[in-house]
C-alpha cells in the first residue's frame, strides 16, 4: 500500500501506510527511503532524519555498506543546507569510510563529492564548485543514475551562472530540467532541483526562463495535494513573476498565502520583500515600511526597496547610508547586480552623482559579462539615469530607448512605465514637448492601470504644469534648495528647513552650480530669477 501510493504521489496515505507497517513488523532500508523521502514531501523533517537513520542503520545491518553510504551523504547534504556544518561533516566521514575498502568505481562515490561542492557554494567559493560538480555528474552518467546527474548538474549550472557564465550555466540548467520534465528522477529530487533551478533564474533576473518553470513547478506542486515541502517557494516566486508582469494583486495573494503555510527563512523574507515592493509602488508606505521590517526580521536584505522608500519619504541620509551598508556587505556578482540599480536611483537622487557613475560602471560591467537582457536593461536606464543627472539629454534619450526596447520584449510593465517617464524629461529637456508628452502619457496610463499611485501623481503633476522637466535637468529637490538659496538663506539655515544634513545641502548646492553652470550663489541667484524658479 505504501509503495503504490507512493508511486501515484499520494504522500499522506503513504506515509500513513508505511508508519503503520513499521510499528507491526519494521521496514525494510530500502522502504525507510521512500518513508524519509515522503516525509520530505510533508515537510515534516523530524521524520525525514529518523528515516534516513534508520535507512542507514538497516544497511548496515544487511553488510550493504554502498547503500549505506549514499544514504549517510544524503543526511550529510541535508544537514549542511540547513547550515548544520559539524553533524553534516560527521556523516560525510561515516559515507567516507564505508567506502574506502571499495576498490571499483561505484555511484557513491559521486554522492560523497555533493557535500563538498554544497560546502564551498555555501562558503562564497564558487570556483572550487564547478569542478567538483562536474566530476559528480560525469560518475552520474557512467552509471546512469538520474537523480546524481540531476543534483551534480544543476549544482554546477548554478555555480556557473553565479560567476557570470550565465550561457554555460543556464544551458546546463535547461538540459536537467528535460530529465525533470520527463521525469526520470525521483520525487524528491525532482523538487529539489525544480527549486533550486528556479531559485537561479531569479537570483540571475533570467524573467523568461523564470516564467517558464515557475509555471511547470506549480502544475506539478497542482497535481500533488499532499504536498508541503515545495510549495511555500512556489508561491513566493511566483508572487515575484506576477509583480514582474505587472498583476500586483494577484502578486500580494500569492505571497500572502504563502504566509498563511507559516513559510520560514529566506521562503518567507522573500514573501515579505514582494509585498513591500507592491506596497512601496501602491503608495502605502506604512505597509511597505512593516513588510521591510518584517524581511530583515525573516532574515532577508530589505535593499534596495527599503532604501527606495526612504527616498520617496524624503529619508535621504538615511536611504544613502542604508544602499551603502548593503552593497558594503554584499559580494558576489548576482547579489550586487540586484542591488546596484537601486544604489543608482538612490544616488542620482540625492546628488552623489561621482558614486552613482561608479556604480553605473560596476553595473554595465557585469551587464557586459553575464549578457541578461534584465541586466542590460538595468543598464542601459541607469546609464539613460545619469545623462540625465549631467544634462545630457541626447546621450540620455539613447540609452532609455535602448531600455525601453528590452522591457518591451521582456514585458515588464512597471520597468517600461518608469523609462518612458524619463524619456519624456529627456525629450522636454531637448526642447521636444510633443514627444515629451507622448511618452508621460504613455507612462501615466501604465501607472494607473498598475495602481502606481506616486509615480502617477509625479507624472500627472508634470503633465498639469505643462513642463514636464525643470530647466538645466534639475531635480525637485535641487529647485527646492536653490529657491532658498536665491531668498538669501545659508546652507545651514536651509538643512534646518528641510531637515536635511547640512552636508547633504552642500552637495545639492554643488550640483546645482554644475548645471546652471555658474560658481556663486549670486550667480545662482540670477539664473534662478531670469527661469522663473525663485
Same mark, same amino acid.
Given at each position: 500500500?505504501?509503495?503504490?501510493?507512493?508511486?501515484?504521489?499520494?504522500?499522506?496515505?503513504?506515509?500513513?501506510?508505511?508508519?503503520?507497517?513499521?510499528?507491526?513488523?519494521?521496514?525494510?532500508?530500502?522502504?525507510?527511503?521512500?518513508?524519509?523521502?515522503?516525509?520530505?514531501?510533508?515537510?515534516?523533517?523530524?521524520?525525514?532524519?529518523?528515516?534516513?537513520?534508520?535507512?542507514?542503520?538497516?544497511?548496515?545491518?544487511?553488510?550493504?555498506?554502498?547503500?549505506?553510504?549514499?544514504?549517510?551523504?544524503?543526511?550529510?547534504?541535508?544537514?549542511?543546507?540547513?547550515?548544520?556544518?559539524?553533524?553534516?561533516?560527521?556523516?560525510?566521514?561515516?559515507?567516507?569510510?564505508?567506502?574506502?575498502?571499495?576498490?571499483?568505481?561505484?555511484?557513491?562515490?559521486?554522492?560523497?563529492?555533493?557535500?563538498?561542492?554544497?560546502?564551498?557554494?555555501?562558503?562564497?567559493?564558487?570556483?572550487?564548485?564547478?569542478?567538483?560538480?562536474? @566530476? %559528480?555528474? +560525469?560518475?552520474?552518467?557512467?552509471?546512469?543514475?538520474?537523480?546524481?546527474? =540531476?543534483? &551534480?548538474?544543476?549544482? #554546477? $549550472?548554478?555555480?556557473?551562472?553565479?560567476?557570470?557564465?550565465?550561457?554555460?550555466?543556464?544551458?546546463?540548467?535547461?538540459?536537467?530540467?528535460?530529465?525533470?520534465?520527463?521525469?526520470?528522477?525521483?520525487?524528491?529530487?525532482?523538487?529539489?532541483?525544480?527549486?533550486?533551478?528556479?531559485?537561479?533564474?531569479?537570483?540571475?533576473?533570467?524573467?523568461?526562463?523564470?516564467?517558464?518553470?515557475?509555471?511547470?513547478?506549480?502544475?506539478?506542486?497542482?497535481?500533488?495535494?499532499?504536498?508541503?515541502?515545495?510549495?511555500?517557494?512556489?508561491?513566493?516566486?511566483?508572487?515575484?513573476?506576477?509583480?514582474?508582469?505587472?498583476?500586483?494583486?494577484?502578486?500580494?495573494? @500569492? %505571497?500572502? +498565502?504563502?504566509?498563511?503555510?507559516?513559510?520560514?527563512?529566506?521562503?518567507? =523574507?522573500? &514573501?515579505?520583500?514582494? #509585498? $513591500?515592493?507592491?506596497?512601496?509602488?501602491?503608495?502605502?508606505?506604512?505597509?511597505?515600511?512593516?513588510?521591510?521590517?518584517?524581511?530583515?526580521?525573516?532574515?532577508?536584505?530589505?535593499?534596495?526597496?527599503?532604501?527606495?522608500?526612504?527616498?520617496?519619504?524624503?529619508?535621504?541620509?538615511?536611504?544613502?547610508?542604508?544602499?551603502?551598508?548593503?552593497?558594503?556587505?554584499?559580494?558576489?556578482?548576482?547579489?550586487?547586480?540586484?542591488?546596484?540599480?537601486?544604489?543608482?536611483?538612490?544616488?542620482?537622487?540625492?546628488?552623489?552623482?561621482?558614486?552613482?557613475?561608479?556604480?553605473?560602471?560596476?553595473?554595465?560591467?557585469?551587464?557586459?559579462?553575464?549578457?541578461?537582457?534584465?541586466? +542590460?536593461?538595468?543598464?542601459?536606464?541607469?546609464?539613460?539615469?545619469?545623462?540625465?543627472?549631467?544634462?545630457?539629454?541626447?546621450?540620455?534619450?539613447?540609452?532609455?530607448?535602448?531600455?525601453?526596447?528590452?522591457?518591451?520584449?521582456?514585458?515588464?510593465?512597471?520597468?517600461?512605465?518608469?523609462?518612458?517617464?524619463?524619456?519624456?524629461?529627456?525629450?522636454?529637456?531637448?526642447?521636444?514637448?510633443?514627444?515629451?508628452?507622448?511618452?508621460?502619457?504613455?507612462?501615466?496610463?501604465?501607472?494607473?492601470?498598475?495602481?502606481?499611485?506616486?509615480?502617477?501623481?509625479?507624472?500627472?503633476?508634470?503633465?498639469?504644469?505643462?513642463?514636464?522637466?525643470?530647466?538645466?535637468?534639475?531635480?525637485?529637490?535641487?529647485?527646492?534648495?536653490?529657491?532658498?538659496?536665491?531668498?538669501?538663506?545659508?546652507?545651514?539655515?536651509?538643512?534646518?528647513?528641510?531637515?536635511?544634513?547640512?552636508?547633504?545641502?552642500?552637495?545639492?548646492?554643488?550640483?546645482?552650480?554644475?548645471?546652471?553652470?555658474?560658481?556663486?550663489?549670486?550667480?545662482?541667484?540670477?539664473?534662478?530669477?531670469?527661469?522663473?524658479?525663485?
Amino acid at each position: 500500500m505504501g509503495r503504490a501510493a507512493y508511486r501515484d504521489w499520494q504522500w499522506v496515505e503513504a506515509f500513513q501506510s508505511f508508519t503503520a507497517v513499521e510499528k507491526a513488523s519494521g521496514l525494510s532500508p530500502a522502504d525507510y527511503e521512500l518513508l524519509a523521502a515522503t516525509s520530505y514531501m510533508l515537510g515534516d523533517v523530524p521524520s525525514l532524519i529518523e528515516a534516513q537513520e534508520r535507512a542507514y542503520t538497516g544497511y548496515l545491518d544487511e553488510g550493504r555498506p554502498l547503500p549505506a553510504a549514499r544514504v549517510a551523504l544524503w543526511v550529510a547534504s541535508g544537514l549542511a543546507s540547513r547550515g548544520k556544518f559539524t553533524e553534516a561533516g560527521g556523516w560525510v566521514e561515516r559515507g567516507s569510510r564505508l567506502l574506502e575498502p571499495v576498490d571499483e568505481p561505484c555511484m557513491e562515490r559521486g554522492y560523497l563529492l555533493l557535500p563538498q561542492a554544497l560546502r564551498h557554494m555555501i562558503s562564497g567559493e564558487i570556483e572550487e564548485v564547478v569542478p567538483i560538480a562536474a @566530476e %559528480a555528474a +560525469r560518475i552520474g552518467r557512467e552509471f546512469n543514475y538520474p537523480d546524481l546527474i =540531476a543534483l &551534480a548538474t544543476h549544482t #554546477q $549550472a548554478r555555480a556557473l551562472v553565479a560567476l557570470g557564465q550565465s550561457t554555460e550555466g543556464f544551458r546546463l540548467l535547461d538540459e536537467v530540467m528535460l530529465s525533470i520534465i520527463a521525469g526520470d528522477c525521483s520525487p524528491m529530487v525532482t523538487g529539489i532541483v525544480y527549486c533550486s533551478v528556479l531559485e537561479g533564474c531569479y537570483e540571475a533576473h533570467e524573467i523568461g526562463r523564470a516564467a517558464i518553470w515557475t509555471d511547470s513547478l506549480a502544475e506539478w506542486c497542482g497535481a500533488q495535494p499532499d504536498l508541503v515541502a515545495f510549495n511555500d517557494q512556489c508561491l513566493a516566486h511566483r508572487s515575484e513573476l506576477l509583480r514582474l508582469q505587472g498583476d500586483w494583486p494577484e502578486a500580494l495573494s @500569492e %505571497a500572502q +498565502r504563502s504566509h498563511q503555510n507559516h513559510a520560514r527563512g529566506p521562503v518567507a =523574507a522573500q &514573501a515579505h520583500y514582494q #509585498q $513591500a515592493e507592491i506596497y512601496r509602488m501602491s503608495g502605502d508606505f506604512k505597509s511597505s515600511q512593516l513588510a521591510y521590517q518584517e524581511t530583515a526580521l525573516k532574515g532577508g536584505e530589505p535593499q534596495p526597496g527599503l532604501a527606495l522608500l526612504q527616498l520617496r519619504l524624503g529619508s535621504e541620509d538615511a536611504a544613502v547610508a542604508s544602499i551603502r551598508r548593503a552593497l558594503l556587505e554584499t559580494q558576489g556578482l548576482l547579489p550586487r547586480v540586484r542591488l546596484l540599480p537601486g544604489c543608482v536611483e538612490v544616488l542620482v537622487g540625492t546628488g552623489h552623482l561621482e558614486e552613482a557613475a561608479s556604480a553605473v560602471e560596476e553595473l554595465t560591467t557585469i551587464a557586459e559579462k553575464t549578457s541578461i537582457d534584465t541586466h +542590460r536593461g538595468w543598464a542601459r536606464y541607469c546609464s539613460g539615469l545619469m545623462a540625465l543627472a549631467r544634462s545630457t539629454p541626447v546621450e540620455a534619450a539613447s540609452y532609455l530607448r535602448e531600455a525601453l526596447r528590452i522591457w518591451e520584449e521582456l514585458g515588464l510593465p512597471y520597468e517600461l512605465a518608469r523609462v518612458r517617464r524619463d524619456l519624456g524629461r529627456a525629450l522636454a529637456q531637448m526642447g521636444d514637448a510633443d514627444g515629451a508628452r507622448v511618452q508621460l502619457d504613455a507612462a501615466l496610463s501604465v501607472f494607473n492601470t498598475l495602481g502606481a499611485r506616486p509615480d502617477a501623481e509625479e507624472v500627472t503633476s508634470a503633465l498639469s504644469s505643462g513642463d514636464s522637466e525643470k530647466p538645466f535637468g534639475l531635480t525637485d529637490r535641487e529647485v527646492e534648495v536653490l529657491t532658498k538659496l536665491a531668498s538669501g538663506a545659508t546652507n545651514r539655515a536651509i538643512a534646518v528647513d528641510l531637515v536635511l544634513s547640512e552636508r547633504t545641502i552642500d552637495r545639492h548646492v554643488s550640483n546645482i552650480f554644475t548645471k546652471l553652470g555658474v560658481n556663486t550663489r549670486s550667480a545662482a541667484t540670477a539664473t534662478a530669477i531670469r527661469n522663473n524658479l525663485a
